[in-house]
């Protein structure tokens, strides 16, 4: 054995093949909840294992192309088993594993790793890091280094040979069905297909391809078989407008997403002191309301938001991919919000969390909101225990942004509340709901807190429906679910056998006839806009006019494909929607005064909150907040002829939007 070891040891290929193994191993038990998992992964799909294996061989190969190999070599294997062990991190976090994808959300998840990691598992992370930082400098410096030439002819060729190997492993696995290409449920390809397979996928595999059948022609015949129903011409004209309706007697439009919003009564084996949603389920019996199939499961709210949003299918997308992160980006996109802006609405975002996740500060522009007002534009700052604010506080939001104009508004809202992490420990003295039936003290109190920010979630809807219900203008009002929270719930655990399935409930203030069905995400607005007498948009009226077209989902694949990578033929050949310049806010914040008393900067003016700051020529200066009409600056002495400015910064730095310029004497 000592002898077969120091051969290995000593041979670079076998010392290569070996720990591309062992790699896969760590990787994959870090990936699964029991070492019985692990152990069934590899007996049962062992061509899985090894073709996993040879994902990572293939990428330690690049090593015997430096004379620092095995600082090289070290790199490479540290960037798997970091992976791994990053992937064992998020899992605890939420029910979606470590993509590509998720590189694109390391600033937001900076800013909410406190409500996940605690504080010594983030100071271990920290440590880490940063001896592996000093191990990599000292390699370096002091690792051995080839002193022979390296055969770059010879080692390109092995390399060269060892990717075409694995390409044809690929196709042929993909071919027999041992691997598959498209993921239905990504949390659980990455337990069938293994975790190097699935990241890779998801780091190459973005955006939509190019449908083979895809030309001018048969966008044109989506439009003449499918869309044009009941217009002969639908396509955008050559004056970049769309065909409208007045928009006298349409209804203001309120759609609520509800954080991790779901029935937990239909969790078998469980019981409630008292029912956590009696409201949603009361509203639910009485107007229309259904089960929603969202695109994702635990985490994702932005993948179901961009569903509900612009009618668009995540199923055509690269693996755990964000549009809001890739394309959205780079383009804009055709949305509820163009639609309604054609029949003369206002339209507004409200989010009780920061502006800047998933960039929905940049990306709502694209989208075609108006206005968009985040956590930094409200007074009122009410938390949750774990730190998420609550929902009541975007009560008043909706209505400032309803009074806001004359015309008829559309008010997308983004709740929090019931966002996790859900603590383990006892965090509530006296719930007003208890839970019985689950396994563990732990499971129970997380369980038991989730509920309860559900109570407090329903009593919202209610207290916002009796405000509603007194305006003399018409309001239609949807709510759902954008995914379940995150514990570990399979199919079989639901009564309704689906994890992918939230409630959505249509309130109205002028009498729709009730209307029960399961909706898609992306088609629950259009459905909305059908039953109100909105009919332009070309999502809008395609998913009304052909959901029941054998050819539906393929064609959907194709007018998505042309209105985001292709030619855009169908809108003759450029898309009309021109990305609105955003306000942040309903409110304008503005600077009405400013003196100096006992070296303090005293600042006055409208609309002050929690996040506002005070820049003095250009620079940031720590701001105590004291009233909406007045905030502070301690220890300081202006220079003459100073420029003052208020900004609204969040939590992670960014300034969001600045006042009018202010300038002291």
Not at 163 to 184: E, H, P, R
Not at 193 to 206: A, H, R
Not at 214 to 234: C, F, G, M, Q, V
Not at 521 to 532: E, H, M
Request: aromatic share 14%; charged share 20%.
């Amino acid at each position: 054995m000592k002898s077969l070891a120091k051969r290995v040891s000593s041979h670079p290929i076998y010392t290569c093949i070996f720990t591309a193994i062992f790699i896969n191993l760590i990787i994959e038990i870090l990936g699964r909840k029991t070492f019985s998992d692990f152990f069934n992964y590899v007996f049962k799909s062992p061509i899985v294992f090894f073709y996993n294996a040879l994902i990572i061989l293939f990428t330690l190969s690049f090593s015997f192309l430096f004379k620092r190999r095995k600082f090289f070599f070290f790199i490479i294997s540290a960037v798997w088993l970091g992976f791994g062990i990053t992937n064992g991190i998020i899992l605890r976090c939420r029910v979606t594993p470590f993509t590509a994808t998720d590189f694109r959300l390391i600033k937001n998840g900076l800013e909410i790793a406190s409500s996940y990691l605690s504080p010594f598992l983030m100071v271990v992370i920290g440590i880490g890091l940063l001896a592996l930082i000093v191990y990599l400098i000292i390699l370096y410096i002091h690792g051995p280094k080839l002193k022979s030439s390296i055969n770059y002819k010879k080692n390109g060729l092995a390399i060269i040979m060892l990717s075409l190997f694995l390409l044809t492993s690929t196709k042929v696995l993909i071919a027999t069905n041992i691997l598959a290409d498209y993921f239905g449920n990504i949390a659980f390809a990455y337990l069938d297909y293994g975790f190097p397979y699935c990241f890779s996928n998801t780091l190459l595999n973005t955006g939509i391809k190019k449908p083979s059948n895809y030309s001018k022609e048969t966008i044109a015949n989506i439009l003449n078989s499918d869309i044009a129903k009941k217009e002969p011409i639908l396509i955008a004209s050559n004056s970049n407008k769309l065909t409208t309706k007045s928009n006298e007697d349409l209804p203001n439009i309120i759609m609520i997403q509800l954080e991790s919003f779901f029935d937990p009564t239909l969790v078998k084996g469980l019981s409630f002191s008292e029912d956590p949603i009696p409201y949603f389920r009361e509203l639910s019996n009485n107007y229309s309301s259904g089960y929603l199939n969202v695109p994702s499961v635990g985490a994702g709210t932005a993948n179901t938001e961009f569903e509900i949003i612009s009618g668009m299918s995540l199923d055509f997308f690269g693996p755990g991919e964000y549009p809001y992160k890739t394309i959205l980006k780079e383009t804009t996109c055709e949305s509820v919000n163009y639609t309604l802006k054609d029949n003369n609405y206002s339209t507004h975002a409200i989010h009780n969390n920061t502006g800047t996740f998933y960039d929905r500060d940049f990306v709502f522009s694209q989208l075609g909101f108006d206005t968009f007002t985040s956590l930094e534009y409200m007074d009122n700052t009410d938390s949750t225990p774990t730190g998420w604010s609550k929902d009541y506080i975007l009560t008043d939001e909706i209505l400032k942004a309803l009074n806001s104009t004359n015309k008829k508004d559309f008010i997308y809202t983004i709740s929090v509340q019931g966002h996790g992490h859900y603590p383990s420990e006892a965090l509530l003295v006296n719930p007003k709901i208890t839970v019985s039936g689950l396994e563990s003290e732990e499971d129970t109190n997380a369980f038991t807190y989730y509920v309860n920010q559900l109570y407090e979630m329903d009593t919202f809807i209610k207290n916002l429906t009796d405000v509603l219900s007194q305006l003399d203008e018409k309001v239609v009002l949807v709510m759902y679910g954008d995914h379940l929270p995150t514990f570990d719930f399979e199919d079989e655990d639901l009564l309704n056998n689906s994890i992918f399935q939230t409630e959505y409930v249509i309130w109205d203030n002028f009498n729709l006839p009730k209307e029960d069905k399961t909706l898609e995400a992306f088609q629950l607005t259009s459905s909305l806009l059908n039953r109100i007498g909105i009919d332009n948009g070309i999502l809008n009226r395609y998913h009304n006019n052909s959901n029941n077209s054998l050819n539906y989902m393929e064609d959907l694949e194709l007018l998505q494909y042309d209105m985001l990578y292709g030619e855009k033929y169908i809108y003759n050949g450029k898309t009309p929607f021109i990305a609105t310049n955003l306000k942040m806010g309903i409110d304008t914040i503005s600077i009405t005064d400013a003196f100096e008393e006992n070296e303090q900067l005293f600042v006055r003016g409208e609309n002050f909150t929690h996040f506002s700051k005070v820049y003095i020529n250009d620079d940031e200066y720590e701001t105590v907040y004291i009233s909406p009409q007045l905030i502070r600056v301690d220890e300081l002495t202006l220079e003459p002829n100073s420029t003052i400015t208020v900004h609204q910064v969040t939590k992670g730095g960014t300034s969001l939007s600045a006042s009018k310029e202010f300038i002291i004497n």
